[in-house]
Nanobody
Framework: VQLQASGGGLVQFGDSLRLSCVAS????????MGWFRQAPGKEREFVAA??????????ADSVKGRFTISRDNANAKNTVYLQMNSLNPDDTAVYYC?????????????????WGQGTQVTVSS
């Protein structure tokens, strides 16, 4: 059972990126999903979460209005996306997708029990 995150890269201030997270080995269509990030020397922090059916979302204040989380449960791979706009150097981090232990919105990383391997996002000024 794996979560595979992709889409990271090196971009400039103000650019956009879309991260994807694909589940393999089992479906997470009944689980809430989230994105977290970890910058060098800092703790892993919550970025965004979405309910099992995509009906509700939650964002960290630092990304609200710039990032959008969504999910597609229609295909067998259950993909979760993070659209990131107006990127700035403070967004530089390794981004991780994760599946929560339940179906609801959660920002506490302790309530996530399946993590992807991370994808690096670097924003230059």
């Amino acid at each position: 059972v794996q979560l595979q995150a992709s889409g990271g890269g090196l971009v400039q201030f103000g650019d956009s990126l879309r991260l994807s997270c694909v589940a393999s080995g089992r479906t997470f269509s009944n689980n809430g999903m989230g994105w977290f990030r970890q910058a060098p020397g800092k703790e892993r922090e919550f970025v965004a979460a979405v309910t099992w059916n995509g009906s509700s979302t939650k964002y960290a204040d630092s990304v609200k209005g710039r990032f959008t989380i969504s999910r597609d449960n229609a295909n067998a791979k259950n993909t979760v996306y993070l659209q990131m706009n107006s990127l700035n150097p403070d967004d530089t981090a390794v981004y991780y997708c994760a599946a929560s232990i339940g179906s609801k919105l959660v920002s506490d990383r302790r309530l996530y029990n399946k993590w992807g391997q991370g994808t690096q996002v670097t924003v230059s000024s």
